[in-house]
């Protein structure tokens, strides 16, 4: 996607095409299901801090991140097949900066109500169940915070919560934002820099707000910029 916004030629090739179709369903949903295991992960460490070693196991951990690149490479196996064998009659232009899935659905050329409604099942399934998932934990969360009386015990348990909520509210508010316009085309174009922010501004700023979280980066950049510790 970089090359062909960046570059005069502005076509991508069927494969190249289905190769990104994948690869975007397949990181989108498992993003998707590590902000569930990294919110479960939060409640943990919040709401049961003497039981977090037992709750978050090493094995538990690698089975929560096994599960979800499997949901991902399952979303993409499912969809992304379906969608590219539909007939789109001839040559045919994307109105989108990517391969998007909503863009190709849009240009076949036959009925395509069955992959739409496949496709808002998957949604479902690896959007929506991983936010209520996500929206449950923070919900524990904020009563156990509201039980804290010392404000250094609420100040602890919003830092470890605040770059995980961060990362939910761009990841979850930019794909709202892309999947609930209405059809009119201008709603549509915002759509599509929406899309673009997710695909591009997103992933740039996620390791950012991690790594503030640490002190060794925050003394760094103390350092950096001249300001004393």
Not at 52 to 79: D, E, F, K, M, Q
Request: net charge positive; glycine share 6%; with cysteine.
């Amino acid at each position: 996607m970089l090359v062909h916004l960046r570059g005069p030629a502005k076509t991508i090739s069927f494969a190249g095409c289905t190769v990104q179709l994948s690869s975007f369903l397949t990181v989108g949903g498992v993003e998707c299901l590590l902000l569930a295991v990294m919110a479960y992960d939060r409640y943990a460490a919040v709401c049961r801090p003497l039981h977090y070693a037992v709750l978050l196991r090493p094995g538990l951990c690698c089975r929560l991140v096994a599960a979800a690149w499997g949901s991902g490479l399952l979303n993409a196996g499912v969809t992304s097949p379906l969608t590219m064998v539909l007939p789109r009659c001839g040559r045919r232009r994307v109105p989108h900066f990517l391969c998007e899935m909503p863009a190709l659905i849009k240009m076949a050329c036959a009925d395509a109500r069955a992959v739409e409604m496949l496709a808002f099942a998957f949604a479902v399934l690896i959007v929506l169940l991983p936010l209520a998932l996500i929206l449950v934990s923070y919900g524990h969360i904020a009563a156990a915070v509201r039980r804290i009386r010392s404000a250094a015990g609420r100040w602890k348990a919003f830092n470890t919560c605040s770059s995980h909520l961060a990362v939910v509210s761009l990841f979850y508010g930019s794909i709202i934002y892309m999947y609930m316009q209405p059809g009119n085309s201008s709603s549509q174009d915002r759509g599509k820099f929406a899309t673009l922010f997710y695909n591009l501004g997103a992933p740039v700023l996620n390791p950012l707000i991690y790594a503030l979280r640490n002190q060794e980066v925050r003394a760094a950049l103390r350092k950096v910029s001249g300001r004393p510790r």
